[in-house]
C-alpha cells in the first residue's frame, strides 16, 4: 500500500523526485477557488441587509376611490447599513403597475416609520409595498384595502380611549348613508390634508393634540378649510384637546366643572338622558366668531366656529361617560342639527385634473400650422415636382437630369417642411403652467398645479416641485394615465425620474397640494343695510392682471391689483355678470392660457361651485419653482383665492341671495351627491337634503332675523315636479312649501328657519328629474 502510494507518476525511473501534472496542479487551483468562494460567499451571506417592513394602508383599510390614499411604513435593519427606497405598487389601467415611492437609508440597526400616498381610483386594486435596493427587491409585504361604497360615511375618530365617540357607530342617521367609524392613533393622522379627504368627519376625545406634529396640524387644518368637519371632545381631557389646536378650536380652555345633570342635552336632544353620578364637563370660553348652540345655566355645551369651508364644533361633555355612550336616540336627534357633514369633496377628482391639463397641453407655440398652410405647402410640392419640372427641363433640352433634379427638390421641399414644423413647433422645451393657490382663514397656503412639459427632441427628464407635494402623471382623456414603472417620489422635492417625452410631443403633470408660506390675500365685504362694499389686499408678492369676486352665481370684476396694493368697490355700482356667461368665453386661435378659459374648471371644483362669497387674484407665473434638469421656457397663470368674510356695520343689514353656501348632507331614493356648478344642478328622482350655510359674520353677535327668501329658477322642463320642505328649528320639525316658484319667494316666520350658526335646512324632493339654475337663500336682520 505504501509502495503503490510511493509510485511515481514521471519517467524519472526510481528515486528520481516527483514533479506535480498539469492536471493535478489544475485541480488543486479549482478546490482552492472553491473554497475561497464558500468562505466569500458565507461572509457575504452574514453581510447581507436583513431588512423587516411593515405595512397598512387607508384609515383602518378603508379608502375613497380617487382620492389620494394613505400608506404608513416601517422598515427596519438589523444587518449592514443600505439604501434604497420605500415602494407603494398597485395595479393600474391597461394592466400596468403604477407605483409611489420615497428614498430611505437605512443605518445599521434603524427602524423608521414614513407615510407615502397613492391616487388608488375604482375597485381595490392589489396593492404590494416593497423596499427595494437596486434591482433587488429586500422585503415586501401586501396591502389589503376596502372602498367606502358611495352611501357610507367615513367616520375617524382620533383617540387613545375606544370609549370614545363609539356612539357614532350605532347612529342610523336619515338617508341612504351608514357611518362606518374607525379608530385612530394621533400616530396614524397623515400629513396631508388631500389624504384626509377621505373623512366625511373627524372626532378627537380623550387624547392629546399637542402629540400632533407641525405637519399634521397643518394639513388637519387645510383639510377644514376645505370643507372638513372636526369635532372636539371634552369632560376631564378638554385641556388636552384643546392645547393641540389653538387656530381651530371654537373655544379656550378655561378648566373642568361637575354637573349631576345635563338637562339642556336632554332637552335639546328631545331624548331622556339619566347619568349615573357626577359627570365632568369642560369648560371653554368661545373664541370671536364662533356660535353657541347649546348651553346649560351660560356654560357652553355646544359651540361652532366656521373655519374657512368646514366647520370645528366642541362638545363640553365627555364621550368615554357610559350613561351618553348609551344615549343613542338623542345624539340620533342631533345628528342632522350638530354634527351632520356635507359632501364636501368632489366624487371624481379626476374630471378635474383632465380639464385642467388640456388647458395646460393648449401651447399656442406648438398648435399645428393652419390647414390652408399644410395645403398650399403640398400643392407647391406637387407642381414643383411634377409639371414645372417637366416644362423647364424641356425647354432646357435636359429632361434626362430629371433622375437628379427630382430628389433635389425632394431632399428641399423637406427641408422647408421641417423648417416650417420649427417654426410653429419651436426648439425650445417649453413649461406651461395653471396653478390653482387657496388660502386659508390663517393665511396657510397650499396649490394644485398642473402644467405641460413640450420637448423638440426625445430625451428623459426629471421633474421635481418643492413643497412635499402629491405628484402624478396627467393624460388629456378623462381618467388619469398612471405610469408604467415611473415611480412618483413622494417627499421634498416631489415628482419624477427619467420621464421619456417623445420629439415635439409632451407630458402633463398634476401636483396636488404644494406646500406654500404664509400668504397675505385679504378680503371682505362690509354689509352696511342694504349697501354691500368689497375691499381686497394683495400682499401675495404678485401683481394681479384681473380681479374677480364671485358671489353665488355672479362675478363682479374689481380690476388689476399690483402687489401691496387694496381695491374697494361698491357691488351695487357694478355690473354683475352671470358666471354661465362668463364661463361660456370662447378664446381665438393662437391665444394664450388667459383666466377666461380657466374660469369654467375652476368654478367647477366644489369647494367654489357650491356658492358663497370668494375672491379670486389671477396673476402670470407659478409661485414655486419647477426642476427639470436644464432650462426652458415658462408660461403659466396662477388663480390665488380665498373666501370672502363678511363684516356688518350698522344696526341692520341685508344680505343678498349668493352668499349662502350649499351642502347636500344627505339623500334618498335615487338621488346622490350634486356637483354644483355656475350653469346650475340636475337633480334625478328622490329627496335632497340640503344645508344652506349663512357667513359667519352675518349671524348671531345680537341681531334677529326679519326677512328671508329664496331666489328659485327651475329650467323650463316638461314632466318635472319639485317641491320644498324647510326645517323649523323652534318645532324641530319639517314644513312644507309646495313647489317653489321662479323669482324671490318671501318666506313667514323667517326666525324660525333660521337656526344654530345660521343654517338654512330645506329638503328637495323631485319627481321627473330636474334642472335647477338658482337655487339660494337671502338675509334681512337687526339688532336686538
Not at 420649427?422 to 387657496?438: A, D, H
Not at 396673476?619 to 388663480?639: K, N, Q
Request: glycine share 14%; proline share 8%; charged share 20%.
Amino acid at each position: 500500500m505504501g509502495k503503490q502510494a510511493a509510485h511515481p507518476a514521471g519517467e524519472g525511473g526510481i528515486g528520481a523526485p516527483r514533479r506535480p501534472g498539469l492536471l493535478s496542479q489544475v485541480v488543486r487551483l479549482l478546490a482552492a477557488l472553491v473554497l475561497c468562494g464558500l468562505f466569500s460567499g458565507l461572509s457575504g451571506v452574514r453581510a447581507e441587509p436583513a431588512v423587516q417592513l411593515e405595512a397598512a394602508g387607508g384609515f383602518d383599510g378603508y379608502y375613497r376611490a380617487g382620492q389620494w390614499v394613505p400608506f404608513v411604513v416601517t422598515v427596519s435593519n438589523q444587518g449592514d447599513e443600505v439604501r434604497g427606497e420605500v415602494r407603494v405598487e398597485w395595479a393600474a389601467a391597461g394592466g400596468n403597475v403604477a407605483a409611489a415611492a420615497s428614498p430611505v437609508e437605512l443605518p445599521a440597526g434603524s427602524r423608521k416609520r414614513l407615510f407615502l400616498f397613492a391616487p388608488i381610483a375604482g375597485s381595490p386594486p392589489l396593492v404590494t409595498v416593497k423596499f427595494v435596493a437596486g434591482d433587488q427587491t429586500l422585503a415586501q409585504a401586501p396591502v389589503r384595502l376596502r372602498m367606502v361604497q358611495p352611501g357610507e360615511g367615513l367616520i375617524g375618530v382620533v383617540t387613545t380611549d375606544p370609549r370614545a365617540f363609539e356612539f357614532f357607530g350605532l347612529l342610523r342617521p336619515g338617508g341612504n348613508r351608514r357611518l362606518v367609524p374607525v379608530r385612530l392613533s394621533p400616530a396614524d393622522l397623515p400629513p396631508k390634508a388631500a389624504a384626509l379627504r377621505s373623512f366625511d368627519l373627524l372626532a378627537f376625545g380623550a387624547v392629546s393634540t399637542s402629540d400632533l406634529s407641525a405637519d399634521q396640524r397643518a394639513a388637519l387644518g387645510r383639510w377644514v378649510a376645505e370643507g372638513g368637519t372636526l369635532v372636539l371632545g371634552g369632560g376631564p381631557a378638554t385641556p388636552r384637546v384643546l392645547d393641540g389646536l389653538p387656530e381651530l378650536a371654537p373655544v379656550r380652555a378655561a378648566g373642568t366643572l361637575t354637573l349631576n345633570e345635563l338637562p339642556a342635552f336632554e332637552a335639546f336632544g328631545r331624548a331622556p338622558l339619566r347619568l349615573s353620578g357626577p359627570t365632568v364637563v369642560g369648560v371653554g370660553q368661545p373664541v370671536d366668531g364662533a356660535a353657541v348652540l347649546l348651553e346649560q345655566d351660560g356654560l357652553p355645551l355646544i359651540v361652532e366656529r366656521q373655519y374657512g369651508l368646514g366647520r370645528v364644533i366642541f362638545l363640553a361633555v365627555d364621550p368615554t361617560v357610559e350613561a351618553l355612550r348609551l344615549w343613542i336616540p338623542g345624539w340620533t336627534s342631533l345628528w342632522p342639527v350638530v354634527f351632520e357633514p356635507a359632501t364636501a369633496f368632489p366624487v371624481d377628482p379626476a374630471a378635474a385634473e383632465s380639464a385642467f391639463a388640456s388647458l395646460v397641453a393648449d401651447i399656442p407655440s406648438v398648435r399645428l400650422p393652419p390647414p390652408l398652410l399644410l395645403g398650399g405647402f403640398l400643392l407647391a410640392y406637387i407642381l414643383t415636382v411634377g409639371p414645372l419640372t417637366y416644362v423647364v427641363l424641356w425647354r432646357l433640352d435636359r429632361r434626362e437630369w430629371a433622375w437628379a433634379v427630382i430628389p433635389v427638390l425632394t431632399v428641399a421641399f423637406s427641408a422647408g417642411a421641417y423648417l416650417v414644423a420649427y417654426e410653429f413647433k419651436g426648439g425650445q422645451v417649453i413649461v406651461n403652467s395653471l396653478t390653482v393657490v387657496m388660502v386659508g382663514p390663517d393665511g396657510n397656503a397650499s396649490a394644485d398645479a398642473y402644467f405641460s412639459l413640450f420637448s423638440p427632441v426625445r430625451r428623459d427628464y426629471d421633474v421635481f416641485v418643492s413643497g412635499r407635494p402629491l405628484p402624478r402623471l396627467l393624460g388629456l382623456t378623462r381618467a388619469p394615465l398612471d405610469a408604467p414603472g415611473r415611480p412618483a417620489y413622494i417627499g421634498e422635492p416631489g415628482g419624477f425620474r427619467d420621464i421619456v417625452v417623445n420629439a415635439w410631443d409632451m407630458q402633463t403633470f398634476g401636483f396636488r397640494e404644494v406646500e406654500l408660506a404664509p400668504v397675505g390675500l385679504e378680503a371682505e365685504v362690509a354689509v352696511a343695510g342694504s349697501r354691500l362694499t368689497a375691499r381686497v389686499t394683495n400682499r401675495t408678492g404678485a401683481d394681479f392682471r384681473e380681479t374677480l369676486l364671485v358671489v353665488g352665481d355672479r362675478a363682479y370684476r374689481l380690476g388689476p391689483v399690483g402687489r401691496g396694493e387694496s381695491r374697494s368697490a361698491t357691488l351695487g355700482a357694478l355690473a354683475g355678470e352671470p358666471l354661465g356667461q362668463l364661463i361660456s368665453f370662447q378664446p381665438q386661435a393662437g391665444q394664450d392660457l388667459d383666466w377666461r378659459r380657466a374660469i369654467g374648471p375652476l368654478l367647477a371644483d366644489s369647494r367654489l361651485g357650491r356658492g358663497g362669497a370668494w375672491v379670486v387674484g389671477w396673476s402670470d407665473g407659478r409661485p414655486f419653482e419647477v426642476d427639470i434638469g436644464g432650462g426652458f421656457v415658462s408660461g403659466g397663470l396662477t388663480a390665488w383665492v380665498r373666501p370672502v368674510g363678511v363684516r356688518v356695520d350698522g344696526p341692520e343689514f341685508e344680505l343678498p341671495a349668493g352668499f349662502c353656501r350649499r351642502e347636500v348632507t344627505a339623500w334618498e331614493g335615487r338621488a346622490g351627491p350634486v356637483g354644483w356648478s355656475p350653469a346650475g344642478i340636475n337633480l334625478l328622482d328622490g329627496t335632497y337634503y340640503v344645508r344652506c350655510q349663512l357667513p359667519a359674520g352675518a349671524v348671531g353677535g345680537g341681531f334677529r332675523v326679519e326677512g328671508l327668501w329664496l331666489e328659485y329658477q327651475a329650467a323650463a322642463a316638461g314632466g318635472q315636479q319639485v317641491t320644498m320642505q324647510l326645517f323649523d328649528w323652534d318645532r324641530r320639525q319639517w314644513v312644507f312649501l309646495g313647489q317653489p316658484r321662479n323669482g324671490r319667494t318671501e318666506i313667514q316666520n323667517p326666525g324660525s328657519y333660521v337656526g344654530p350658526g345660521g343654517r338654512v335646512y330645506f329638503q328637495l324632493r323631485v319627481a321627473g328629474g330636474a334642472q335647477l339654475e338658482r337655487l339660494n337663500f337671502g338675509l334681512k336682520a337687526v339688532a336686538g
